[in-house]
């Protein structure tokens, strides 16, 4: 009785229930870009970027049979590998990272046979310490509807460990029902060879993404690495391999999203034979020796800059 009073003395009374905000909130991580993973864009939102870490563990054998050991070491490996992004304008991503949406992980075998030992900051702990290469990435998103997505990729690796190395790709991610996600792409590549010409080479990933709760998410990867092309295509061979030499992946991985206030975070683990099935045209083999879990941190900043309307 006492606020109807009040309010019929004085129409400006309010009755205010919680404090107003004070100023304007960044816009949040998991709004912005979507907490769910298999119905992400293939680039950031403007203004916003990414922090990633990655750590990979595993083995190799020796390398195949008809090869002159271009694939790096042998026995019991691991890296470390921490990477930036950021979103420049819309639908544009440029990084430091060998973390790229529905590109990762890649299926290239050259020269470090998917063991990491890319990033801003990489190194390897064993068999050696040394520090890796740096893969600087542009990446254009052309189309993104509610079902499709396609993108342009092109990837340079800054040799500090290797050699010389470009990748231009097509990644494509295909959306149903929100929850699911079918990835793919076209990537051909050209990398320096100490030995020889350059080794050019196709790789076409295949994944499969389901969102089995908002926040967790699971991951089924292979593809085809078709390594070493030079000889078909350049008729001439770049002595590396006694090719051209094709390997199949098989990979799986969990995941989950936790938002964080204003930011968003990524947690993830694999299991992946990166070289389950080579074959040449003489010879193949299944290869289970050949393995590497990877535990990785994604994190995903609020959004930090906007431009004008359009852009």
């Known amino acids: 009785m006492e606020d109807e ?23 949040r991580a998991s709004e912005v870009y979507g907490i769910r993973y298999a119905n992400r864009n293939l680039t950031m939102p403007r203004g916003m970027m990414r922090g990633t870490f990655d750590t990979v563990v595993g083995r190799r054998t020796e390398n195949p049979q008809g090869t002159n050991e271009p694939f790096g070491p042998t026995g019991t490996i ?5 990477g930036v992004a950021i979103s420049l304008a819309k639908d544009f991503e440029i990084g430091f990272s060998r973390y790229r949406m529905a590109s990762f992980p890649g299926v290239s075998v050259y020269p470090g046979f998917g063991f990491g030992d890319e990033g801003l900051i990489s190194f390897s702990m064993s068999p050696e310490v040394e520090f890796g290469d740096i893969p600087l ?14 993108g342009f990729d092109a990837v340079f690796r800054i040799p500090v460990r290797t050699e010389f190395g470009f990748l231009g790709g097509i990644p494509m991610r295909f959306v149903i029902q929100e ?19 350059s080794v050019w080479s196709l790789n076409i990933p295949v994944t ?3 969102n089995a709760t908002d926040r ?10 078709l390594f070493d092309l030079s000889q078909t295509i350049r008729t001439a061979t770049s002595g590396l391999v006694n090719g051209p030499f094709y390997f199949i ?5 969990v995941g989950y999203t936790v938002p964080a206030r204003s930011t968003m975070m990524d947690v993830f683990a694999s299991f992946r034979f990166p070289a389950l099935y080579g074959f040449t045209t003489r010879a193949s083999a299944v290869t289970t020796e050949t393995w590497q879990v990877t535990i ?16």
């Open 137 to 150: 990435y542009l990446r254009f998103e052309a189309l993104s509807s509610d079902h499709v997505k396609l």
């Open 249 to 253: 992946p098989l990979g799986a991985t």
């Open 78 to 82: 691991s890296s470390m590998n921490f």
């Open 208 to 210: 499969f993404v389901a």
């Open 216 to 225: 967790l998410f699971f991951k089924l990867s292979s593809g085809m690495n």
């Open 296 to 311: 990785g941190l994604n994190i995903y900043s609020p959004v930090l800059f906007k431009g004008r309307a359009g852009l």
């Open 5 to 27: 009073a009040r309010s019929r003395d004085n129409p400006d009374w309010v009755d205010e229930v919680e404090a107003p905000p004070v100023g304007r909130m960044k816009d």
């Open 179 to 197: 929850q699911f996600a079918f990835d793919t792409a076209l990537e051909f590549t050209i990398d320096s060879n100490p030995q020889g010409p």
